[in-house]
């Protein structure tokens, strides 16, 4: 048989499906829709959400949920755009705000564990104190200015092959490439899924539940905070309003693209084909130019419910799946 | 250091394990030697201490006082990665393995073999399938374990367990979901690993499987060490004896007989649930009162419990006065004239910051319905009623529950249901941790019941207690009726004769 070929879920098979049905729908109705360097701009574009997905990825496989992404990623924009004004460089300050945002990610993973606190509740409490925070620093959008970024809108694209790709979309595949190995080829990434899959059996199985969940949601900080870098250096500003429920589209992203709320099943390659998928559709309204953009909202939902639908199919159709009752 | 004649040396020994929770002692000095070679019964009753024992040598609990050794060699009480260090490996009951994961997975967590940092999934693969062969076992190691049928997965729980250098392996009733066959294969397998000197500490309440496999037994009563005993030197009467701290003999007179013009009103036929109780039938006629015997966790409070609707039946009847009742519903029961005092009285039964006449009218008031309040005059008398006739010693009716005696507090359970004029009274362990004043009380108290024709089932692990109220008595085991009494064949010996008789399905012969 095939053991050694490891095959991926159901679910990401079919996010796959749907993704190439959307790029082969977008391809015969408008000409320029499949060509290389429009998809490498869809990749660019939702590089930001993608980040943050991944990150997202492992808090909701441990069986968690992230609030704060969304004004983790604002707060980030913030405090480069704020720095870089005290005269800063853009790559100190996003430095900077990468060690803060992995840090406060491991500050929240440390009272998820000693409190025993739900996550929902913690990162609730983090998203407000993240915006609030955002506020403190400036009420209103600064622009990044600093001969850098004149630099960096030029360069910050990279030629493949003689079409220019934004650098942005390689950071997202950079990023998840590295997601997806840490998930299925580190004992940390093994142990998030038994976290998630079992938190009591994980502990009597012999793994640190403790540091396994501080490492999650540093990992999550980080991801959200290299989203914001990714936001602010595209943006070329910091907002504190901005990346307002991101953190909901980050989820709808990752469910779709196969992840269990309920924690232990789920895909870092799943989480990208999601996020593709989200950033098709929009892309496809787009293109459309005469939809009223609710259209992105209500195919997102109905896309989210079909696949609830269907992994709760699939997990019947999986037989006696007769768990250890406790 | 080894004498010539001496026994060989211990492998693990625990001595004077303690282990306190709020309010019990759950161990008391226990203690627990496990020679290389040997296959080690622990045996008890429910709630004798036997999964606190295992759960302070798989490393989950610290106990508050005793010591450890391993091979002579003083070990600290530390994490479940810890107990694994030393050799200890223990599969539990629930498995504790992790459905959503691999096979493999699940085999290798937490010891995953890496290479530059990254887990070699080829080396793992290998360990997982050499792991499983060990045991005979041949599966597709990448499936999650969730997929798999249970005996499979305990098959892997074993193979995980084995996958350290265990010298020690603990299993915890590891033949509860396995057939004749599969309990078969795993004492195979168990022999021979006993036979490469491993020692093993098997737990199960299948006494006949105990027989057929262990060395030694330890058995445990009530968080203590009952003794410790060659299995050849332990007949099977005198291990009951010793879980239960009662013999088998020393026979008293039968209860009262039943009533000549009694009718059925409870009739149950077939009730079970899955893993939980075998299908029984029985009934209980008016004035009648109807025993249920069995050792703990024989399933004397799921047959309780599955009567009064507490929990969903998968199967069976309930007839009350003939007519079927929709089993799995409380408030259908209440209506039926079903009450129930359950074993946790605390717990499940009152609320202790509200005071007595709040606690006693409860279940009159919830009859009612929220939006007909029970008229301040009419709690009184109702509270008063009961104090009196119930012999409540209370100061005041308005003091809190929680300053009540555990006598007083069962009385004020009791009242509170026949506050609703009950038909059917079910009492799960009415007498358990309370003075023998109130003990006498509310025994004449049932019988004063059953002369004014209710039905009363009564749950009591006071044998001689269900014998002098009961006048019949169902006698489960193994989570299955193993045999009914009645009138003068409701003797001691004859439960505790039922209870320890051999022949089980779930036992090889």
């Excluded at chain 1, 790029?23 to 408008?30: E, H, K, N, S, V």
């Excluded at chain 2, 291990?239 to 009262?256: F, S």
């Excluded at chain 2, 009716?397 to 079910?426: E, F, H, M």
């Amino acid at each position: 048989m095939n053991r050694r070929f490891r095959r991926p879920q159901a679910s990401t098979t079919v996010a796959a499906g749907i993704l190439v049905l959307l790029i082969g729908l977008g391809a015969i109705r408008f000409e320029h829709f499949a060509s290389f360097g429009n998809l490498a701009n869809l990749v660019g574009d939702y590089a930001f959400v993608g980040v943050a997905a991944v990150g997202a990825t492992f808090v909701i496989l441990s069986g968690g949920v992230d609030l704060s992404v969304g004004s983790l990623v604002a707060f980030t924009a913030v405090a480069i755009a704020v720095l870089v004004d005290h005269g800063w460089h853009p790559l100190a300050a996003a430095t900077a705000a990468f060690g803060f945002g992995t840090l406060a990610g491991a500050v929240i993973g440390m009272l998820v564990w000693w409190f025993d606190l739900p996550p929902f509740l913690m990162t609730l409490i983090a998203m407000f104190a993240f915006r609030a925070g955002g506020f403190l620093l400036s009420s209103q959008a600064t622009p990044i200015m600093h001969p850098f970024m004149a630099q960096l809108s030029s360069g910050y694209q990279v030629s493949v092959g003689g079409t220019i790709i934004p650098a942005r979309s390689l950071i997202f595949l950079a990023f998840a490439g590295a997601g997806a190995l840490t998930l299925a080829r580190t004992r940390f990434g093994r142990q998030v899924c038994a976290v998630g899959g079992s938190r009591r059996s994980a502990a009597v199985m012999g793994v640190g539940v403790g540091p396994t969940l501080v490492g999650i949601y540093s990992l999550a900080g980080a991801a959200s905070a290299l989203a914001g870098v990714v936001f602010a250096f595209g943006k070329q500003a910091g907002d504190p309003t901005a990346a307002g429920g991101l953190e909901l589209t980050v989820i709808a992203a990752v469910v779709i693209g196969g992840t269990l709320l309920s924690g232990g099943v789920g895909s870092v390659l799943g989480t990208g084909l999601g996020v593709l998928i989200l950033g098709a559709i929009r892309l496809l309204i787009d293109f459309q130019g005469d939809l009223n953009p609710a259209w992105t909202s209500i195919a997102t939902g109905l896309l989210l419910l079909g696949f609830v639908l269907l992994q709760k199919l699939l997990g019947r159709l999986r037989g006696p799946a007769a768990s250890p009752s406790t | 250091m080894t004498r010539p004649d001496a026994a060989p040396a211990a492998l693990l020994e625990a001595s004077g394990i303690t282990v306190e929770y709020p309010g019990v002692r759950a161990l008391d000095r226990v203690r627990l030697v496990l020679r290389p070679g040997e296959i080690h019964a622990l045996m008890g009753e429910n709630g004798a201490g036997k999964s606190t024992l295992i759960k302070v040598l798989s490393g989950q609990r610290r106990p508050d006082a005793g010591t450890l050794t391993v091979r002579g060699i003083p070990a600290g009480f530390g994490t479940p990665a810890d107990a694994e260090r030393a050799g200890i490996s223990t599969v539990f009951q629930e498995l504790d393995l992790i459905p959503t994961l691999s096979v493999a997975d699940n085999i290798c967590l937490g010891r995953f073999p890496t290479r530059w940092g990254l887990i070699d999934r080829r080396a793992a693969d290998r360990r997982a399938e050499a792991a499983l062969a060990r045991l005979g076992v041949r599966l597709d190691i990448t499936s999650p374990l969730g997929t798999l049928p249970l005996p499979t997965q305990q098959l892997v729980a074993l193979s995980r367990a084995l996958d350290v250098e265990a010298r020690v392996l603990i299993l915890d009733e590891p033949t509860s979901s396995l057939d004749q066959t599969e309990t078969a294969r795993l004492f195979g397998v168990l022999r021979a690993l006993r036979d490469d000197g491993l020692g093993i500490v098997f737990v199960s309440h299948f006494l006949a499987q105990v027989e057929s496999l262990a060395d030694r037994i330890t058995v445990l009563r009530n968080g203590g060490l009952v003794g410790e005993w060659p299995r050849s030197e332990l007949s099977r009467p005198q291990l009951i004896e010793a879980m239960t701290g009662r013999t088998i003999g020393g026979d008293q007179p039968a209860g009262p007989t039943v009533p000549a013009a009694g009718r059925p009103v409870l009739e149950f036929d077939r009730l079970g649930a899955r893993r939980r109780l075998e299908p029984v039938s029985g009934s209980a006629r008016a004035g009648e009162a109807l025993g249920i015997a069995g050792l703990r966790g024989s399933g004397r409070t799921e047959l309780a419990r599955l009567l009064f609707g507490a929990d969903s039946p998968d199967n069976g009847t309930v007839r009350i006065d003939g007519v079927a009742v929709r089993t799995g519903s409380v408030a259908e029961s209440i209506r039926h004239g079903l009450a129930f005092t359950p074993e946790d009285r605390q717990g499940q039964g009152l609320i202790l910051d509200l005071s007595v006449t709040e606690n006693i009218i409860l279940a009159l008031q919830a009859r009612q319905g929220a939006l007909r309040p029970v008229p301040a005059t009419e709690q009184r008398r109702v509270t008063e009623h009961y104090i009196a006739s119930l012999g409540i010693k209370v100061p005041d009716p308005g003091a809190p529950v929680r300053t009540l005696s555990g006598g007083n507090q069962q009385k004020v359970l009791l009242a509170r249901w026949l506050a609703t004029q009950p038909r059917i009274l079910i009492l799960d362990e009415p007498t358990r941790g309370i003075d023998v004043g109130a003990r006498a009380d509310i025994e004449s108290l049932i019988a004063d019941l059953r002369a004014k024709g209710l039905s009363i089932i009564l749950i009591s692990e006071e044998l001689d207690e269900l014998i002098r109220t009961c006048s019949r008595a169902l006698v489960l085991r193994d989570r299955r009726a193993v045999g009914e009494l009645a009138g003068t064949a409701l003797t001691e010996s004859a439960v505790l004769g039922l209870i320890a008789s051999a022949g089980h399905a779930g036992e090889p012969v």
